[in-house]
DNA sequence: CAGATCCTGTACTTTTTGGTACAGGTTGAA
DNA sequence: TTCAACCTGTACCAAAAAGTACAGGATCTG
């Protein structure tokens, strides 16, 4: 039998590429087969409990990337202006290259909305809180910073779903960038 | 046989209900059955074409609400800090007693994404520009306006997404009322 | 009260679903 | 070269899915 030489990270890859696209609940395992390129065996064999499992592992490797990539940056930034400028380049790169689509967001709809709300409202929680931390160190009060970072994320997030809806991506661009010049013109 | 008086309005209404909880994709005709109380003869009495019609009619409900609450009089009003005001305080009202969730956000993903590209455009688009427009009448140019518009539409979004993601709807609550505050700090 | 229309439950068919079993090929270490 | 661990395709299964058919009760018109 055919050998493809695949690791589990290309899965989970594959896997999220698929999720983004149709979305989680309606991903069945035949599309899944057939889009990702990965027979039935190959994915119980590496996700044994099945779309629950498969769930976890996308979920657990976007949290990576942000942890390094997003969280991580924020919390050891000395320079919070150019911090703030960071995240925002990583994040709209990341969305841009990626259908516009936050899995974490999604799994906040469906029917698997209980089972990973620990997961996603950590996600969430980490970048808000990472976020609030440098702009305090900025010079914003505790509340202040809170609520900037806040809405920051929520910009964001919102400008995923607009753009969506638009169909264009020049629109999440837009309102990323006007984000963080929100964000900058609190930095004093 | 029973008969329960129901009217197509009122299915559409306990449909709605139920694809917020559950989403969309993962409400079978069982659970629908179950937790709308209406038995399947109704369901495809009501909506021939099944899902999808039943799909059709709850975002023609919502998007009737909102042009009737929200975008109308946005479009007709004079005073713009009133409308303005006017406008969060609907919208927040809404989302809160319907479970956080905004279908036409939902419809951006999953499978029938394509489906219901158009309706959920237009939907965006009427927020957007009446909300834009209502700004110039107050006092912004063209584009001042209509970027003031996106930014507000996305926060109130990307509030219902890290509401849901927190569990609260004290977190919504205070993003909307910011949006307002910006908006209305904007109005000189 | 007669008759047409409407609404609804039940039972059914077909398709698709997630999940299991397993044989057999591939690989790497000894 | 041998052997165990690993990966993968195929065939299969029970459960659940969407959708259909239809009889018959409820309701309204006149």
Redesign the interface.
């Given at each position: 039998m055919p050998r493809t030489l695949l690791e589990r990270p290309d899965a989970v890859r594959a896997l999220a590429g698929v999720f983004r696209r149709?979305?989680f609940?309606?991903s069945s395992l035949s599309v899944i087969q057939q889009e990702a390129g990965i027979g039935r065996g190959s994915l119980y064999h590496f996700f044994p409990n099945g779309k629950k499992d498969m769930a976890r592992a996308v979920l657990d490797q976007v949290r990576a990337w942000f942890e390094d990539e997003v969280f991580a940056p924020l919390r050891a930034a000395t320079d919070a202006v150019e911090a703030v400028s960071a995240m925002t380049k990583a994040v709209a790169d990341y969305f841009v290259s990626r259908e516009n689509?936050c899995l974490?967001?999604?799994m906040?709809?469906?029917?698997e909305?209980e089972t990973f709300?620990d997961e996603?409202?950590a996600?969430?929680?980490d970048w808000?809180d990472a976020l609030a931390a440098l702009l305090q160190r900025g010079g914003l009060t505790l509340e202040d910073a809170h609520?900037n970072a806040?809405?920051a994320?929520?910009?964001?997030?919102?400008?995923l779903?607009?753009t969506?809806?638009?169909?264009d991506e020049s629109?999440f661009l837009?309102?990323t960038g006007?984000?963080e010049r929100r964000l900058l013109a609190r930095l004093s």
């Open positions: 149709r979305g609940e309606s689509v974490f967001a999604a906040t709809l469906g029917e909305k709300a996603v409202k996600y969430f929680v808000v609520e806040l809405d994320v929520a910009g964001i997030q919102g400008g779903i607009l969506r809806a638009y169909g629109t837009g309102i006007r984000v």
